[in-house]
């Protein structure tokens, strides 16, 4: 059933009671708080990528507060397992017998925070991969299925710093963004002096709960994606390939078809967030570099030129030409 306006008027008001909410836990990082909501509207895992201390963390626990959500926390390090995250089977004395009864890891939450996720061993990090991917996890043949909502954010370390192991590329494309964090202005700090005191956590208050936010990601699924946004994604996503650009010339392999749905569902978000009834061009432009760039592979050449992702995402952007919005009649009433 199509959404009416005051329904999207509704929950555009609550999105922005929960914006302002974060925003008080995290000084200054307006906009990365907006992309981060923008993700979990679209019911995305989110990669958050800076120096240790600017946030990131205290960021994904507010939300947990904010959104009353059940949250565990999983601190990455070298000789973590990967039975460590998932859980294992343990035998254990039953009415039968003794038998193997599998115990749940951290990873059955619906938010689950992966710290310093670049600390931990590719074999470990790949024990993400099902869940992300199925919402469930498989031990010894076993298939059982995660919380709904689920969530992963995870933070991780530039690949620079010493005791880093970089994300394989079928981890990171589980990822809906990859959201930079950067440190914080004179004027971000001075407030940040006066209003914060070391292990003392910022005071957060409920501002929904789980349900009525699966009520408005759900929304999100019925807010209109016009028929020529729907076409400027797919071009944007071939765009990325080799051969299909004049930006691509610098580009080794470019997104998967799953970078073409997190577009069109991170647009959606966006229009939502909005108050509007469909997703447009502009929608798409505001979310294209956090979907895109962690699945753009450079050549080692322009790398070495000191070329990034987020530069080659806004020149195909520019390539790219957008086509008139033609919108159905009852909607250009609305």
């Known amino acids: 059933m199509p959404l009416e306006e005051s329904e999207i008027a509704a929950h555009a008001k609550t999105i922005r009671s929960l914006t302002d909410a974060l925003n008080g836990?995290?000084?200054?990082?307006?906009?990365?708080?907006?992309?981060?909501?923008?993700?979990?509207?679209?019911?995305?895992?989110?990669?958050?990528?800076?120096?240790?201390?600017?946030?990131?963390?205290?960021?994904?626990?507010?939300?947990?507060?904010?959104?009353e959500l059940e949250n565990k926390r999983i601190q990455f390090t070298p000789d973590l397992l990967p039975g460590d995250i998932t859980g294992n089977p343990v035998l254990q004395e039953t009415e039968t017998g003794r038998e193997f009864v599998f115990q749940e890891g951290p990873i059955f939450?619906?938010?689950?925070?992966?710290?310093?996720?670049?600390?931990?061993?590719p074999k470990t990090q790949s024990a993400l991969l099902e869940a992300m991917q199925e919402r469930r996890v498989t031990v010894l043949g076993t298939s059982h299925e995660l919380p709904d909502p689920f969530f992963v954010l995870a933070t991780q370390n530039p690949i620079e710093l010493e005791g880093t192991y970089p994300l394989p590329e079928a981890q990171l494309d589980r990822f809906l963004f990859k959201l930079e964090v950067y440190r914080n202005s004179v004027e971000t700090l001075e407030q940040i002096v006066k209003n914060r005191e070391i292990g003392v956590e910022p005071m957060v208050e409920p501002v929904l709960s789980g349900e009525e936010w699966k009520q408005i990601s759900d929304a999100v699924r019925e807010i209109y994606l016009p028929d020529v946004v729907a076409s400027y994604i797919a071009r944007i996503v071939d765009a990325t390939h080799p051969g299909s650009s004049k930006a691509s010339r610098v580009i080794k392999y470019g997104a998967s078809p799953r970078?073409?749905?997190?577009?069109?569902?991170?647009?959606k978000a966006k229009a939502l967030m909005a108050g509007r009834i469909n997703a447009s061009f502009?929608?798409?432009?505001?979310?294209?570099i956090p979907v895109l760039q962690h699945r753009i592979i450079l050549e080692y050449e322009a790398r070495i030129e000191g070329k990034t992702t987020p530069q080659v995402v806004k020149a195909?952007?520019?390539?790219?030409?957008?086509?008139?919005?033609?919108?159905?009649?009852?909607?250009k009433e609305a």
Do not use: C, M, W, Y
């Open 25 to 67: 836990v995290l000084f200054g990082q307006e906009e990365l708080v907006d992309q981060v909501v923008t993700g979990l509207l679209a019911r995305g895992h989110i990669l958050l990528e800076g120096l240790p201390g600017l946030g990131k963390t205290e960021l994904v626990k507010g939300l947990a507060k904010t959104l």
């Open 109 to 121: 939450a619906n938010l689950v925070l992966a710290d310093e996720i670049n600390r931990a061993s």
């Open 259 to 267: 970078a073409a749905l997190g577009l069109a569902s991170a647009a």
């Open 282 to 288: 502009e929608d798409v432009a505001a979310v294209a």
């Open 316 to 331: 195909l952007l520019e390539e790219v030409p957008r086509q008139e919005l033609d919108l159905p009649a009852t909607l």
